[in-house]
């Protein structure tokens, strides 16, 4: 599975982004699809993850009530839907895959086999 992460840009803080990750080389079946972002000097950390079959979602406390996933299965493609971005939203994005569904082990990075390059995403105050 290759993975392409999009839409990254700079906003202002209250603005909304959309990303996405489309992928090619395989159906993405029962997989899990996540999205990761690191800022500068931190660690990667979890953000949101979707089940591909069932369009069961996970999301990191943090982000909430402000961004949503989601499927097209048509397109083959994982959006992340960001409202109300924040300063401290200022990182680098990953989408990222594994070939099936974990309950409970879906926000780590080491838990998922593929990754896509970032795409930055800066928020100004």
């Known amino acids: 599975v290759q993975l392409q992460a999009s839409g990254g840009g700079l906003v202002q803080a209250g603005d909304s982004l959309r990303l996405s990750c489309a992928a090619s080389g395989s159906s993405f079946g029962n997989y899990g699809i996540g999205w990761f972002r690191q800022a500068p000097g931190k660690e990667r950390e979890f953000v949101a993850a979707?089940?591909?079959?069932?369009?069961?979602?996970l999301y990191a406390d943090s982000v909430k009530g402000r961004f949503t996933i989601s499927r097209d299965r048509a397109k083959n493609t994982v959006t992340l839907q960001m409202n109300s971005l924040k300063p401290d939203d200022t990182a680098v994005y990953y989408c990222?895959?594994?070939?099936?569904?974990?309950?409970?082990?879906?926000?780590?990075?080491?838990?998922?086999?593929?990754w896509g390059q970032g795409t930055q995403v800066t928020v100004s105050s």
């Open positions: 990222a895959a594994r070939p099936w569904w974990s309950v409970g082990g879906m926000s780590k990075p080491a838990d998922y086999d593929y």
């Open positions: 979707i089940r591909w079959s069932t369009g069961s979602t």
